[in-house]
């Protein structure tokens, strides 16, 4: 069975204080990983994907990266507008339905 | 990236009863996916409805309960039938496309009284 884990569940960070957020997965076949931003009462918000071991990719203070195993998400100099929940999902195959881990509720403290 | 209108954004309904969800596609898309997520948890899929054939559904969730309807490429609506307060949760529809990935509607609030 297809599974994604997050960890960890919950992170209360200091405005400025850098962290990463971890996505372990274990698939039959890894077509992509995707992170998501959600906001409360919102839908998800796509911000990357990745698609083999060793890609990076940036946007503003957020750098995701993917290993054969898993992928993490940088935070560096959070600000409180980057709290929200952050979801990992993966596709398996073609254009199925992604799978989702639990996420992680980031909130960071003016 | 596909532009999704999801309604309504949230609704309070008495046990019992059913509440249809409309998504409404910018663009022709060949498969629409439906999620559900209960307070505090992920996202849990419900069924993929391709349009001209029936909806398939996922350990857990039946086509009694949660009828789908895909008339169209670009519209599709989800029932929730029956409502009991285990159903309080945020449904959401989502479609995938080439070169633009996975995107997801705004979802729908329900909670059920």
């Known amino acids: 069975e297809d599974q994604v884990t997050q960890s960890p569940e919950a992170l209360r960070l200091q405005e400025g204080e850098s962290s990463s957020l971890n996505c372990s997965y274990t698939?039959?076949?890894?077509?992509?990983l995707f992170w998501y931003r959600q906001d409360p009462g919102k839908g998800p918000e796509f911000l990357f994907t990745l698609y083999s071991a060793g890609e990076e990719k940036e946007k503003e203070r957020l750098k995701a990266t993917l290993t054969k195993k898993e992928s993490f998400l940088h935070i560096t100099a959070p600000k409180p507008e980057d709290s929200a929940t952050y979801l990992c999902a993966v596709q398996v195959s073609g254009n199925t339905p992604l799978v989702f881990g639990k996420g992680t509720r980031l909130s960071v403290i003016a | 990236s596909a532009v999704i209108s999801q309604k309504p954004s949230r609704d309070i309904c008495q046990r019992g009863t059913s509440l249809t969800i409309q998504c409404q596609v910018d663009?022709?898309?060949?498969?629409m996916f439906w999620y559900r997520q209960q307070p505090g948890q992920s996202l849990t899929l419900i069924a993929t409805?391709?349009?001209?054939?029936?909806?398939?559904?996922e350990s857990g969730f039946v086509i009694d309960k949660f009828p789908i309807s895909r008339p169209n490429l670009t519209f599709s609506t989800l029932t929730v039938s029956n409502m009991s307060p285990e159903d309080s949760s945020i449904y959401l529809c989502?479609?995938?496309?080439?070169?633009?990935?996975?995107?997801f509607g705004s979802g729908t609030r329900l909670t059920v009284v």
């Open positions: 989502s479609v995938v496309r080439r070169n633009y990935g996975y995107t």
């Open positions: 409805a391709n349009q001209g054939s029936e909806a398939t559904y």
């Open positions: 663009s022709q898309v060949t498969m």
């Open positions: 698939v039959s076949g890894l077509r992509g």
